[in-house]
């Protein structure tokens, strides 16, 4: 049997009964664009997640307190080394000739009132002068906090944008006062917009210097993490390996007792965490093709079991199994197909809809686009074959003879 003839004959079949065609490449577009869909919100993720970590800068150290096991996360190497940063660890790095700036930092969380009565509960980050230069923060209006802030224990703050309108609205915060755990602070600068990295938003952040925040604020002469910006990244891990030796030296320890992590090892990190999901998600997406799968062999048996007097006559004509076994399988993947390309257009609008209207990021690739739609086909042959198979069986006497 020719092919033309075989793809004729098989479309014919699907057309003589349109509403039950309809009805189970339903089940396979539901699937394909609900895969898509999940498809470009991981790779949106992980995009997402790049850029805000590379904006903190590519060439960037940060250390930790504790260790980090692979698979059991955060473990203290023993007790109170979850407090084992101060300054004695800042000015040794800052003696260190690759590295350009160290930004010790210290967060808390505290009750933060304006002069005008709002209140909220904010995260507060003591820092040092080398912070926005180490963490690419900028300036919008006012000025930085200084060496001679962070010297003179300078009751300065710089907000964000966002608990900036938070907490004044739409007042210039500039030069106005507020309350940080009942501690008086002037606002002497607005950092321009930066959105989330990932673990933190510096936009939702209040910025103090780091002795303030230890002795009037927290109580404690440790940091939360130290950063630190490398001359080069082709030297990141020259200097990795500096550092650890520098601090453990220090720390006189065998073993770090601190954890030295690179933007591109919490880049993986994340990466790692999204692609999980990703796949997790896409799986549960990907049953819905199952069913439809399911749903096209309950079609196909039932089309096998109203045409046996069809397969009798053509068998007896000199058709051969493989003709019947092809033209059955065929009808099974042109439904796959044919969904699979609908459920492609549809996932795509979806993930474009959801990109344009929302502030998800969505991206549409190669693997977004050719994944779902070679699973859709797979799915036809699979669920397919056996109703093909089960017709091409069947003898020409038998089949004749049913009634």
């Known amino acids: 049997m020719k092919k033309n003839d075989l793809l004729r004959e098989s479309i014919s079949s699907l057309r003589s009964n349109k509403l039950r065609t309809f009805l189970t490449t339903l089940g396979i577009v539901i699937g394909v664009a609900s895969v898509v869909a999940m498809l470009s919100l991981g790779e949106g993720s992980k995009l997402s997640i790049k850029t805000s970590i590379e904006s903190l800068g590519s060439n960037n150290l940060v250390i930790f307190p504790g260790v980090i096991q692979p698979g059991r996360g955060f473990v203290s190497s023993g007790r109170g ?40 509960n904010a995260f507060v980050l003591g820092i040092d002068y080398d912070f926005f230069m180490v963490r690419n923060v900028e300036i919008d209006r006012g000025k930085m906090i200084t060496e001679e802030n962070v010297r003179s224990y300078y009751r300065g703050a710089i907000l964000g944008p966002q608990i900036a309108k938070d907490l004044f609205n739409n007042v210039d915060p500039l030069g106005k ?111 819905s093709l199952i069913v439809g799968g399911i749903g096209i062999m309950n079609m196909m048996l039932t089309t096998v079991t109203e045409r046996i007097k069809e397969i009798g006559l053509r068998k007896s004509l000199g058709a051969k199994r493989k003709d ?80």
Request: proline content about 3%; overall charge neutral; hydrophobic content about 45%.
């Open 177 to 287: 006062r507020i309350r940080i755990n009942n501690i008086n602070f002037r606002i002497i600068g607005i950092t321009k917009p930066k959105g989330s990295t990932g673990f933190i938003n510096y936009d939702d952040f209040i910025l103090v210097p780091y002795t303030v925040m230890q002795k009037q604020l927290a109580g404690t002469e440790y940091f939360n993490a130290i950063a630190v910006k490398v001359i080069s990244q082709d030297i990141m891990e020259k200097v990795r390996q500096e550092i650890e030796k520098r601090l453990m030296e220090l720390h006189r320890v065998q073993e770090p007792n601190f954890t030295v992590f690179s933007q591109q090892d919490i880049l993986n990190a994340l990466t790692s965490v999204i692609n999980v999901f990703t796949i997790f998600l896409s799986f549960i997406a990907g049953i």
């Open 324 to 403: 019947i076994l092809n033209q059955f399988l065929l009808e099974s993947i042109i439904i796959t197909f044919l969904g699979g390309i609908i459920g492609l257009l549809l996932g795509i609008s979806l993930s474009l809809i959801i990109g344009n209207f929302t502030d998800i990021t969505t991206v549409i690739t190669l693997k977004t686009i050719l994944l779902p739609l070679c699973f859709s086909v797979m799915v036809g042959i699979v669920f397919g074959y056996y109703p093909a198979k089960k017709a091409s069986n069947f003898s020409p006497i038998d089949a004749l003879r049913y009634e």
């Open 81 to 120: 080394t979850a407090e084992i940063l101060d300054k004695k660890d800042v000015d040794e790095l800052r003696k260190i000739d690759d590295i350009v700036g160290v930004s010790p930092e210290i967060q808390r969380r505290f009750q933060v009132i304006s002069d005008r009565g709002n209140n909220q």
